[in-house]
Structures are given as C-alpha cells and as structure tokens.
C-alpha cells in the first residue's frame, strides 16, 4: 500500500512534468498549474487522499508529496524563463532596427591615389601612359643616357647592383628612375611621342623625411617636331596648377642631368613653413621642396634614335609621386607611407 501510494506520488510527478516540457506557453502554462496544483489538481488530489492513510504512511507518503510539490512550482518558474528567453531571443533575431556589424573597408593606398591622378592631368593633356622593367640593364639606366661608367655623375643615383654570375653578364640594377624607358620607347617608337611612365625606382641611400629607399616616379617624354623649352614649361605649369590649385606657387630653375640640355628642375613652395624656418624638416628652411627634374632631351639621345635632331626635338621630366603626395595632404615625413601603420592610411 504505501510503495503504491509513493509510486502514486511519482507517477503523478513524471507526468506532469512531461505535460509542463509540452507547455509553450502563458496559457499552456496557467492550464498546466491549474491541472496539477490547483484545487482539483493533480497533485492537491494526492495530498487530500493524505487524510485517509495509516499515521505512518501518511508521514512518508506526505513528504514525498511536498518533496514533489516544491519541485513541479521550481520546475513550473525555470519553464516559464525559459520560454520568455526564447521569445525575447527570436525578437532580437528578428529587431530590424539594430545597426548592421560595421564592416572594416579597405582603399587606395594614398600614393596610388595621387598617381592615378598625376596620370589623369597628363592623360588630358594627350600623354599615354606605358611602363617599362624594374629590373634594368645598367646600359638603359645610366649608358645609354649619356652617364657613362666612372662619370662623376653616377654618384647622383647611389645603386642596388644584382651579382653578376660570370664576368661576361650584362650588369643589372633596381632602376634607380624611369628615364630608362625615354631611351626603350624612342628606340621602337616614330614621333610624335607624348608618354608618362609610372614606376617604382630603388636607390641604396639613407632614409630621412623627404628621401626612401623606394619610390615611385612618373616620367614624362614628348618627341615632335618644332617642341621647345615653352612647351615644357606649359606643360610642367599646367600640370602643378590642376594638382596643387592656382594660389601655390611654383619655381623652376637650372639643374644638370647628363640625358637633357637646358636641365630644370620645378619645385612647389612649402607647406609646412613659411618658407624661412632651418629647423623644417620638409624644405630645411630653403622654402622650396623639389618635386621633379626635367628637360630638353639630349640632341645626342634622338640621334641614337635614329631621328634627325635638327627636326625633331623633346623635353622630359621625372617626378617623385610621394612628394607629390606630401604636398597634397601636408604629410611631413615620407616614410609613414611605407611603414603600414593604418592609422596613418585609413584618413585616405
Ligand atoms: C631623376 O631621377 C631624373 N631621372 C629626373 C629627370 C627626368 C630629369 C627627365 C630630366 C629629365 P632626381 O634624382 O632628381 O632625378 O629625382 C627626380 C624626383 O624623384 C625628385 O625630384 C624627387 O621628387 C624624387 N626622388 C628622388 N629621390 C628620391 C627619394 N630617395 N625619395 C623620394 N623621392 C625621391
């Protein structure tokens, strides 16, 4: 009698428990507590019946019938939680209000940027765009434009040299400028010329705010017939007020480079002094900074060509990208281009 009145009490657990996993929710609930804990329910049936058992059953079975009492009130809360986390959790999967996970987006290195747009200004201006090997014969970088081995003016391009194999191989370098491909385009190509060459050059120098050991160049050639200083002082003239707007003021004076006769080079004013600071560090006080060499190609060089250079003359230029881009943004130090910090890249 009383292992079947324990068991009653059991049974009547395990089978409202079942019904109260089923409950999904506050109706199902409130039906479920009605059924096993309310005035008729269930388990209240079982505690009355107390009344009617031995003194001795009636203690056990009725502590087994609060054990269990207890526990379905216990069970009937964490069923509760549960649904009402349930429900809040499909609304949040369903909230379409909430902000979307950012996604971190990738740009433009800022050189290339100003490259792309250095290459447009020409490009409207009637230059193609062409490129030419990184890898160089010393012949094309210095040879050929009339800087001859143990001509003192090798020292304006200190070199990274490729090791030669045997002593009969043709001596390679990094390209130290894009000139290099005025000489390969003017070998294959018939005036009229008009080209800009981007590319990376490398030179075995030491780094400091305006000088790294890469940088980009952009070259410019143009070969016709009749082409004089004018036309490149035009040209360089029209190029810096698309880059740089009108109000910057721009400066072009003598310079030497073996490959071009008269030689120039063009300088922007300085952005980050007033142009009489020594301690800058962009233009050390002389208020210019430096942003290309140029000229009029060598008579000698459109000779070799092939060309008759009392017919057809040309000017030249190279310049720097990354001092381009300085002076663009006001940047002071040319290395944070190339030492990948993003904080430094992501403003572009
Ligand atoms: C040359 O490289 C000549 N090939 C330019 C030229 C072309 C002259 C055609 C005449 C006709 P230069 O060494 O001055 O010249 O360099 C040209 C430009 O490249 C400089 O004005 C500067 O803007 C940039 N540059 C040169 N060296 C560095 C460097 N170490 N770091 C960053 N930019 C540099």
């Not at 199902?28 to 079982?46: D, Q």
């Not at 379905?72 to 369903?94: K, V």
Request: net charge negative.
């Amino acid at each position: 009698m009383t292992s079947t009145t324990l068991d009653t009490v059991a049974a009547v657990e395990a089978e409202a428990r079942a019904r109260l996993a089923e409950a999904a929710d506050e109706a199902a609930l409130e039906a479920w507590r009605l059924g096993v804990l309310g005035r008729s329910g269930s388990l209240t049936g079982v505690l009355r019946g107390l009344g009617a058992l031995p003194e001795d059953e009636r203690r056990a079975v009725g502590a087994a019938a609060n054990i269990a009492k207890q526990a379905l009130e216990a069970a009937l809360d964490a069923r509760r939680e549960e649904l009402r986390r349930a429900a809040l959790g499909s609304m949040e999967a369903l909230d379409v209000t909430l902000p979307g996970r950012p996604v971190r987006r990738g740009g433009l290195h800022p050189v290339t940027q100003v490259r792309r747009e250095i290459l447009d200004i020409f490009a409207r201006l009637g230059f193609a765009t062409v490129e030419g090997p990184e890898v160089e014969l010393d012949e094309y970088n210095f040879g050929r434009l009339r800087i001859p081995e143990h001509h003192p003016a090798r020292d304006m391009w200190d070199t990274f040299w490729f090791e030669r194999e045997q002593a009969t191989d043709p001596a390679m370098l990094l390209r130290t400028h894009t000139s290099p491909m005025q000489i390969r385009f003017i070998e294959q190509h018939e005036p009229p010329i008009r080209i800009a060459v981007p590319g990376r050059c490398y030179r075995y120098e030491a780094t400091d705010a305006t000088h790294e050991w890469m940088m980009q160049q952009i070259e410019l050639l143009a070969v016709d017939e009749g082409l004089s200083m004018a036309n490149l002082k035009g040209t360089l003239q029209e190029f810096a007020r698309q880059m740089f707007g009108p109000e910057r003021r721009v400066l072009m004076r003598n310079s030497y480079f073996p490959f071009v006769e008269p030689g120039v080079e063009l300088s922007v004013d300085c952005f980050a002094c007033p142009g009489n600071n020594p301690a800058c560090p962009v233009c050390r006080g002389s208020g210019w900074i430096e942003i290309m060499g140029a000229g009029m190609v060598h008579p000698e060089i459109i000779e070799a060509a092939g060309f008759d250079p009392t017919r057809y003359t040309g000017f030249a230029a190279g310049m720097g990208v990354e001092r381009v881009t300085m002076l663009k943004y006001g940047i002071t130090d040319i290395r944070a281009f190339y030492s990948n910090d993003p904080r430094f890249l992501a403003q572009f």
